[in-house]
């Protein structure tokens, strides 16, 4: 069974500029979500889908943070303009209706200079 | 509202050493517990997670981890480490809420570092 996907690996980018990661999850998987990583920081939830639905998105920053999973499948997160704090790993997480575990991808890891 | 503290931020250990990874939370409702794996440039692994039943969970790689209700802990233990145990931990925690509980929306303590020396 394929894992969950995301693409890019790595993005460097400089401040005020956009940047957009795309995700995967295991197929099947109804519920995504998606996490950013500080470094030196447990990750901390910005969106949850339900299918193509929103769940919880009262983490995400929204002036600047958006992120849509129109079909139910795969999903892109996008951040305009980037600052230098947004720098992080973002992780995409996906998981089965009824499973008690979420199963994540290799993650995307942001540089914004 | 839920909380993590992981209690050491680095653990250095000898191979073949006994360890034990701290883990504290707080919450207003009933959790569910889990200890993640990330290896240099990974993402994150499942290594045991509690849900019911008996407090002690055993994982994957010889860890097991004890939920204690009363101290509010669920502290993650390895009888002998081995080199390639050495990564960094995370303990999270979800909890049931009123629309059900999404085991995957997790909330993570600040991570402790294992270096295993040989």
């Known amino acids: 069974e394929a894992g969950v996907a995301q693409s890019p690996r790595y993005k460097i980018i400089e401040k005020r500029q956009s940047v957009a990661f795309w995700c995967n999850p295991i197929s099947g998987h109804a519920t995504l979500y998606w996490y950013q990583q500080i470094l030196g920081q447990g990750p901390k939830l910005l969106i949850q889908f339900q299918n193509n639905g929103v769940v919880d998105d009262s983490q995400l920053p929204k002036d600047r943070f958006s992120a849509e999973r129109l079909k139910g499948v795969d999903s892109t997160l996008k951040i305009q303009p980037a600052k230098l704090e947004d720098s992080a790993v973002y992780l995409c997480?996906?998981?089965?209706?009824?499973?008690?575990?979420?199963?994540f991808g290799q993650g995307t890891r942001l540089t914004v200079v | 509202a839920q909380s993590v503290t992981q209690l050491d931020s680095q653990v250095p250990v000898f191979e073949e050493a006994p360890v034990e990874l701290r883990c504290n939370y707080s919450s207003s409702v009933s959790v569910y517990l889990f200890w993640y794996v990330q290896y240099p440039n990974q993402g994150l692994q499942l290594l045991l997670k509690y849900l019911s039943g008996s407090t002690l969970v055993k994982g994957i790689n010889g860890f097991e981890a004890e939920f204690n209700k009363s101290q509010t802990s669920f502290h993650l233990r390895k009888p002998s480490v081995h080199i390639s145990d050495t990564a960094e931990y995370f303990c999270a925690v979800s909890g049931a809420n009123a629309g059900g509980t999404s085991y995957g929306k997790l909330t993570f303590g600040q991570g402790t570092i294992l270096t295993v020396h040989p």
């Open positions: 997480a996906s998981s089965s209706t009824g499973a008690t575990e979420a199963f």
